[in-house]
């Protein structure tokens, strides 16, 4: 019987190692040790830097570093190291290294400089590219800082390192700046001005985005209206977007948004104006504009969400007396109820009718409601059990 378990525990092992063969190999080194080994070796450190917790990083652990290409590639040309850097002497590491988010994969010289990175869950042929450009001087980080800091401004090289930066997750503010610093603003519709504007800058308050407000026909002229309209849009959508994210200040910082909008002229304006109004009525409580924005966002962006559709008409029903409004939002939810068996939808559809005036069937569809909400378990039956006397008592 022991021989028997010697042999399974052997098998286990040799099991194990031929695992951990076929994939990437960590090496259980000291940082100062792996420094040496790099400098003697000639070699880059692969970190991952890692956190216990994180998704990514156990996506990453799963599939990519196991991968046999992988780990080939890895382990012939680099010292890999996965080093938790929220736990000594990893939260170093990470302050040394600017490390916010994980997994940051960082390639580091035997000297402790980081020559190239990356961030974010990746699949083995993206983890393969990313060593590629850091063994490759002309395409890692270092490489093309060394080349910006030599004077290198062409277009397509920005371009490159623009979305290099990206790939790292690093904040690209400093570097749009120092670039913008060495420009009279008369250079600032040049072609390279223009890639620096349209791939890293999205604050509509900075000073870039605030120029391009002010000359865009010269932008238009130069780079074309369609592309300028949808830089100007992407990034009023993406500041629309943390707004009705966040949590703070949110009534003044959507104000200051409709305040750049309403004199520009781009493509989609309608579109984001309707969102932007929709947020703003429902933060002031102007349920006239609310309800007027709801149904221009749904007629232009063909909302089909449920749930968002049935938010809107609830809303509707509960603050519009305009019959048209409550036609509209009763044609939203006409497919989904049969589609769904849902309560909420069908409680939703009901009071519309009901104040539309068709009591009869506003009750014969509030006693399914009624019914689904009992076999449901999240569901506040009670709302649904006084709708239906509401309507009943109005026969």
Not at 16 to 38: H, V
Not at 152 to 168: G, I, K, P, V, Y
Not at 226 to 253: C, H, M, P, W
């Amino acid at each position: 019987m022991r021989l028997i378990y010697s042999i399974c525990v052997f098998m286990l092992i040799g099991y194990q190692a031929d695992a951990q063969k076929g994939g990437m190999q960590f090496q259980d080194l000291e940082w100062s040790e792996a420094l040496k080994k790099a400098k003697s070796e000639n070699k880059l450190i692969f970190l991952n830097g890692m956190a216990q917790w994180s998704q990514p990083c156990k996506l990453m652990d799963e599939y990519t570093f196991s991968d046999t290409e992988v780990g080939e590639y890895y382990n012939k040309n680099f010292i890999n190291l996965s080093i938790d850097m929220e736990a000594f002497p990893g939260s170093e590491l990470a302050e040394r290294y600017q490390v916010y988010l994980y997994p940051t994969l960082l390639f580091i010289n035997g000297d402790g400089v980081v020559v190239h990175r990356g961030c974010g869950a990746m699949e083995s042929a993206a983890l393969i590219d990313l060593g590629q450009r850091a063994l490759d001087p002309e395409t890692r980080l270092a490489g093309l800082q060394k080349k910006y800091d030599e004077g290198n401004r062409d277009s397509e090289f920005l371009a490159n390192m623009s979305a290099t930066l990206s790939d790292a997750c690093l904040d690209q503010t400093a570097w749009v700046d120092h670039f913008f610093s060495e420009l009279n603003q008369s250079q600032w519709t040049s072609k390279a001005a223009w890639t620096m504007i349209s791939l890293n800058v999205d604050d509509p308050y900075s000073p870039y985005f605030q120029y391009l407000m002010k000359y865009k026909d010269l932008y238009v002229m130069n780079f074309g209206k369609d592309t300028v309209d949808q830089k100007i849009y992407d990034v009023l959508l993406s500041q629309f977007t943390q707004i009705y994210e966040g949590e703070d200040i949110r009534l003044f910082a959507i104000q200051a948004l409709k305040s750049i909008i309403q004199p520009l002229e781009f493509g989609q304006k309608d579109e984001l104006e309707a969102m932007v109004n929709l947020q703003y009525a429902e933060e002031k409580e102007d349920w006239d504009l609310y309800c007027k924005s709801a149904i221009l966002v749904v007629s232009q962006q063909g909302v089909e969400d449920p749930l968002q559709l049935n938010e809107f008409a609830w809303k509707i029903y509960v603050f519009s007396e305009d019959a048209e409004q409550l036609k509209t939002a009763k044609g939203w939810l006409e497919p989904l109820i049969k589609q769904y068996d849902d309560p909420s939808l069908i409680d939703t559809y009901a009071s519309l009718i009901y104040k539309l005036g068709d009591v009869k069937s506003a009750i014969r569809w509030e006693k399914k409601a009624v019914r689904l909400a009992e076999m449901a378990e999240d569901e506040d039956l009670l709302h649904y059990q006084l709708q239906l006397e509401r309507f009943e008592s109005g026969l």
